[in-house]
């Protein structure tokens, strides 16, 4: 028998490895229904933008329109990035909404977070444990966006030769506009770290799931519509979601990075922001 | 310390001979302490400044009514909740700082058991036991095999947690909480649920433990639970502690007198009386003596009258009166106070 041969008097135990219990936490985020329908419902996301411009160009409107959208037609490498822009407005925030609320308040209300704080894991570990599940997610709806995204863009929408026609006129090879979809995707779990590091801090006050998920959609459509009042032009350049719009950054040439980069920056504030919420909470908080 | 020394016996997944010593706990150890804890929620007193010593090796029983606190206490000795004033103590050492030291050899069933729905009882236990810094992880599947076996479980492991019946769900409880051996194992109303049969099996697991070696607390309001397994009880009632100590020795001090079994009764309660006891005739047959002398000489005074003694035992309560007395005894001060 494998646990009798424990002596439980031989000495403190030594912590579990956290290899072992990311290891856990991904199998756990891994195996939840939610999860995989979650990341299905992506897949879905740039291929019916495809179907969608296939059957605009097919109404012989030609140009299929303008704006982001638009220039995807016959330019079937903007399309993964079209994508991720358009699903982090809301799509991709709400998945780390819902990672974020099983992650803790979930585990919470379910009485399983207290088996976790007895083991012990340690609640730092934990909250390292969780952060890493919730970035998971981030991590892998993003790539599946980009990835059936770039499909999508080459055998649905196709066009340019396998290359990528910028908004500035020029031409990239694949391999560069590879690249940039590569560094759109970097971007965006960057942006989504952010929200998943302020999702996280609510879901450590709360057992109730939805609260977590009402406070980043509430905060978010707050967000928006404080970025819409003139008289509040000086609070943009600290909201989260004002740059949010650099992603299409990556379809010019040369390539800007002043966009990505400051808006980089306003997600590793809140990320600070949020982690030492969490952590603070976290090593307070009763189970 | 609490070290056990070398006595080894923790092999709790073989069944124990009962009555075999187990490994000898170190004199005066104890497995949990409360020193003045207290916890207020709001307004809410929950636990008014408790004083509990766990020793090593009982069988400890919390008894109490509905929200007397026995929860919250046990809820602070692991951890679980920051105590608003007092101290606790975890296998020697101090809660929280020395948690991460104890807790592995602490397995725990507070307050329901806490899985997760969409998964099965085997892949449930098996994301605890990959938490449990006393598995290796080659050993984990055996581990929650054994594990499930014990709380009778295997046939079901397959299933969602989601379609477990209540008792199902608290023999899965139970089966994390035995995932490894342990030194303490604290189990919140364990047999909340369980049918017949399930109620003996956490019984046999009792015992099983404790000729093990290990030391349980377990809190029920199932009165005659505790008195079948436990060897200490501690009564709660309002967040205070009201009695806590031995079984045997809070039911002997509750003793009420001598029931003798003798052919005339008349002559019994004169002879008894005579011999400067209180006595009465109670039922058919049957006298009660209390007070006055030690039995033996209240025995010689009617074996001298002559009169054929057949039976005599001492009248000892069951810890249902007791618990009964002793809470109502209090509630009777509160109201007076009130």
Known sequence: ?287 | MTDRGTGGGTALDTAPTHGAPGPVPAAGAMAARAVGLRKVFGTTVAVDGIDLDVPAGSVFGMLGPNGSGKTTLIRMLLGLTRPSGGTAELLGRPVPDGLSATLPDVGALVEGPGFHPFLSGRENLRRVAMTEPRLGRSEIAAAVETALERVGLAGAAGRRFRGYSLGMKQRLGLASALLVPRRLVVLDEPTNGLDPSGTREVRRIVGELRAGGATVLLSSHLLAEVEAICTHVAVLQAGSLVVSGELSTLLDAGAGGLEITVDDTGAAVEALRAAGATAFTEAPGTVVADGGPPAPRLLAALVHAGIDVFEVHRRRPHLEELFTRLTEDRNDRDGESA
Not at chain 1, 79 to 104: E, G, K
Request: cysteine-free; proline content about 5%.
């Open chain 1, 1 to 287: 028998m494998t646990a009798a041969t424990i002596d439980t008097t031989a000495g403190d135990p030594r912590p579990v490895p956290t290899l072992r219990l990311f290891a856990a936490e991904l199998r756990w985020v891994l195996r939840r229904p939610r999860t995989l329908i979650m990341f299905g419902l992506f897949a879905l996301v740039p291929i019916l933008i495809a179907i969608g411009v296939v059957v605009a160009d097919g109404d012989g409107d030609g140009n299929g329109g303008r704006g982001l959208i638009g220039s995807i037609g016959g330019n079937g490498l903007v399309l993964p990035i079209a994508a991720m822009t358009i699903s982090l407005t809301l799509l991709l925030p709400l998945a780390v909404a819902v990672a974020s609320a099983d992650a803790i308040a979930g585990e919470a209300s379910h009485g399983t977070l207290r088996g976790l704080l007895l083991s012990p894991v340690g609640r730092l570990r934990l909250v390292g444990m969780k952060a890493f599940g919730v970035l998971v997610v981030a991590v892998v709806a993003t790539l599946v966006i980009a990835v059936v995204g770039v499909l999508a863009g080459l055998v649905v929408v196709g066009g340019a030769d396998g290359q990528l026609i910028t908004l500035s006129g020029t031409t990239v090879g694949l391999g560069e506009a590879v690249g940039r979809v590569g560094l759109v995707a970097l971007w965006t779990v960057g942006q989504l770290a952010a929200v998943g590091a302020v999702a996280l801090a609510v879901s450590s006050f709360t057992e109730h799931p939805l609260v977590v998920l009402a406070s980043v959609l509430g905060g978010l459509i707050t967000f928006g519509v404080l970025s819409t009042i003139p008289a509040l032009d000086w609070l943009a350049p600290y909201l989260l979601t004002t740059g949010w719009s650099a992603g299409a950054d990556a379809l010019r040439d040369p390539l800007p990075l002043d966009g990505l980069g400051s808006s980089s920056l306003v997600a590793l504030v809140y990320l600070v922001v949020g982690a030492a919420v969490l952590i603070t909470r976290m090593s307070r908080r009763d189970a």
